[in-house]
Antibody, heavy 118, light 114 residues
Framework: QVHLMQSGSELKKPGASVKVSCKAS????????MNWVRQAPGQGLEWVGW????????TSAQGFTGRFVFSLDTSVSTAYLQISSLKPEDTAVYYC???????????WGQGTLVTVSS | QSVLTQPPSVSGAPGQRVTISCTGS?????????VHWYQQLPGTAPKLLIY???NRPSGVPDRFSGSKSGTSASLAITGLQAEDEADYYC??????????????FGGGTKLTVL
């Protein structure tokens, strides 16, 4: 069965960097694009961007360019989201999410809480 | 301010029917992009409820249905059950920003079962 396993919660100081991992299993990793979605405490869902797992081409959402970097290690079926120069407003749960062949996100990781606080 | 507009909350008694609207514009829903719906129970990741405007993934009860017309979409839930109490989000695509295609979400609707 399809499973997306994300790395654990992180507590970082402003200005630091964090790298969240998302290990996929149960399907051919390169056959589906991987998206990243974040949810600030008590807020709604916000699309961060996606990466083509076949070509490695990343696409960032408006407002997430520069500090947010998507990468892959296809040898271990893992996607990564690295956020640099962290700000308190980056505090959120970050989800990796597989786009289904019919559209929409058919599988979600369990989420990784990134807390940015001094 | 979300690109797609949803009512902040809706409510209904067990067994009743409720609908959740998702209003967009000519650059997203009105541009014939698909709409998808998600259910998020407290403390959990969202779950796909409807994809491609009207399609239910395997395992989703037929009490849930989706529709789309013009620049809006709707999620209908019939035979309301206590377990349906959750947050619901619509999602589509928007082509108005910098010429690229962006995923956009509605602000979410909290469904309360009375």
């Amino acid at each position: 069965q399809v499973h997306l396993m994300q790395s654990g919660s992180e507590l970082k100081k402003p200005g630091a960097s964090v790298k969240v991992s998302c290990k996929a299993s149960g399907y051919t990793f390169t056959s589906y694009t991987m998206n990243w979605v974040r949810q600030a405490p008590g807020q709604g869902l916000e699309w961060v961007g996606w990466i083509n797992t076949n070509t490695g081409t990343p696409t960032s959402a408006q407002g997430f360019t520069g500090r947010f970097v998507f990468s892959l290690d296809t040898s271990v079926s893992t996607a990564y989201l690295q956020i640099s120069s962290l700000k308190p407003e980056d505090t959120a749960v970050y989800y990796c999410a597989r786009e289904g062949l019919g559209g929409g996100i058919d599988y979600w990781g369990q989420g990784t809480l990134v807390t940015v606080s001094s | 301010q979300s690109v797609l507009t949803q009512p902040p909350s809706v409510s209904g008694a067990p067994g009743q029917r409720v609908t959740i609207s998702c209003t967009g514009s000519s650059s997203n829903i009105g541009a014939h992009y698909d709409v998808h719906w998600y259910q998020q129970l407290p403390g959990t990741a969202p779950k796909l409820l409807i994809y491609g405007n009207t399609n239910r993934p395997s395992g989703v009860p037929d009490r849930f249905s989706g529709s789309k017309s013009g620049t809006s979409a709707s999620l209908a839930i019939t035979g309301l059950q206590a377990e349906d109490e959750a947050d619901y989000y619509c999602q589509s695509y928007d082509s108005s920003l910098s010429g690229s295609l962006n995923w956009v979400f509605g602000g979410g609707t909290k469904l309360t079962v009375l």
